[in-house]
Nanobody, 113 residues
Framework: QVQLVESGGGLVQPGGSLRLSCAAS????????MGWYRQAPGKEREFVAY???????NHADSLKGRFTISSDNTKNTVYLQMNSLKPEEAAVYYC???????WGQGTLVTVAS
């Protein structure tokens, strides 16, 4: 059974930065994908970024240049560095692993002055 635990959310001012972490535990396929989604109040969950176990990354087009996904395979952990945050990016950020498909509980990011 795979579990994902996110951390790093919180309150940040517009233009600020946050780094989210997601640690996976349990029986994890060596060849895998981990990523981030987010869901703002009243909106659908949307894709943010993913990274493969081989280090290939993909980011939502609107976030390229400001958000960066990375990983530490030795720790089964992925990170999301978020820079120049905007108020409209306040949301619950969810971690996901593809094999098996499991979601984390989410971590809240609030962007406000």
């Amino acid at each position: 059974q795979v579990q994902l635990v996110e951390s790093g959310g919180g309150l940040v001012q517009p233009g600020g930065s946050l780094r989210l972490s997601c640690a996976a535990s349990g029986t994890i396929f060596r060849s895998n994908i981990m990523g981030w989604y987010r869901q703002a109040p009243g909106k659908e969950r949307e894709f943010v970024a993913y990274i493969t176990s081989g280090g290939v990354t993909n980011h939502a087009d609107s976030l390229k240049g400001r958000f960066t996904i990375s990983s530490d395979n030795t720790k089964n952990t992925v990170y999301l560095q978020m820079n120049s945050l905007k108020p409209e990016e306040a949301a619950v950020y969810y971690c996901k692993i593809w094999k098996p498909e499991v979601w984390g509980q989410g971590t809240l990011v609030t962007v406000a002055s």
